[in-house]
């Protein structure tokens, strides 16, 4: 995960997501915030190739250096999943061969 002060870019495995606003904490530490989550596929992307991007929330919260993230893809209610991040930490994202 990536924050800037306006947006947030997000890595996943054979994925990316983005959201363009700020992401802001409550006092209970949860933020949630509306993007794009673009699904990837090994090989090339092929001339004309239509990105297979849905509209997605990015909802979670955030203790210490630690953020609990879930991803939800809102035309097709479906959940990418929960992760941990933990602020310094690289993590390990395998992208799509």
Same mark, same amino acid.
Not at 50 to 66: I, M
């Given at each position: 995960?990536?924050?800037?002060?306006?947006?947030?870019?997000?890595?996943?495995?054979?994925?990316?997501?983005?959201?363009?606003?700020? #992401?802001?904490?409550?006092?209970?530490?949860?933020?949630?915030?509306? &993007?794009? !989550?673009?699904?990837?596929? +090994?090989? %090339?992307? @092929?001339?004309?190739?239509?990105?297979?991007?849905?509209?997605?929330?990015?909802?979670?919260?955030?203790?210490?250096?630690?953020?609990? #993230?879930?991803?939800?893809?809102?035309?097709?209610?479906?959940?990418? &999943?929960? !992760?941990?991040?933990?602020? +310094?930490? %690289?993590? @390990?994202?395998?992208?799509?061969?």
């Amino acid at each position: 995960m990536t924050v800037a002060s306006a947006s947030g870019h997000f890595e996943f495995d054979c994925a990316h997501g983005d959201v363009g606003t700020t #992401l802001v904490l409550d006092a209970r530490g949860q933020f949630s915030a509306t &993007g794009a !989550f673009v699904r990837e596929h +090994g090989g %090339p992307i @092929r001339l004309g190739e239509a990105p297979d991007s849905h509209p997605a929330s990015y909802a979670g919260t955030v203790t210490g250096n630690a953020m609990v #993230l879930t991803v939800r893809l809102t035309d097709l209610a479906e959940t990418i &999943g929960t !992760f941990t991040l933990t602020v +310094g930490s %690289p993590g @390990r994202v395998v992208k799509c061969l």
